[in-house]
Nanobody, 119 residues
Framework: QVRLVESGGGLVQAGGSLRLSCAASGSIPSINTMGWYRQAPGKERELVANMANGGTTTYADSVKGRFTITRENAENTVLLQMDSLKPEDTAVYYC?????????????WGQGTQVTVSS
């Protein structure tokens, strides 16, 4: 069983910064992807950024140049540095880890952390 715990959300003024952290625990295969998704009220959950164990990253177009994803602590922690925040970044941010289990992919979600950007 893999468990994910997020922290770092809060209220920030437009143009400010926040750093989200997600700590993973449990039996984690070395080949995996960790990342962040977000869901705003009335909208579907969307990918923000993720990083595979080898370092390959993916970013949503809306956050490129503003957000940076990193992994540390033997890749059991994933960080999301969010700069130049905009009101449209307001959402619940969820950490996700996925890995192969046999011949299929398993995914695990954190409980989410609220990010609110005021104008």
């Amino acid at each position: 069983q893999v468990r994910l715990v997020e922290s770092g959300g809060g209220l920030v003024q437009a143009g400010g910064s926040l750093r989200l952290s997600c700590a993973a625990s449990g039996s984690i295969p070395s080949i995996n992807t960790m990342g962040w998704y977000r869901q705003a009220p009335g909208k579907e959950r969307e990918l923000v950024a993720n990083m595979a164990n080898g370092g390959t990253t993916t970013y949503a177009d809306s956050v490129k140049g503003r957000f940076t994803i990193t992994r540390e602590n033997a890749e059991n922690t994933v960080l999301l540095q969010m700069d130049s925040l905009k009101p449209e970044d307001t959402a619940v941010y969820y950490c996700k880890l996925q890995h192969w289990s046999g011949t299929y992919v398993r995914g695990y979600w954190g409980q989410g952390t609220q990010v609110t950007v005021s104008s």
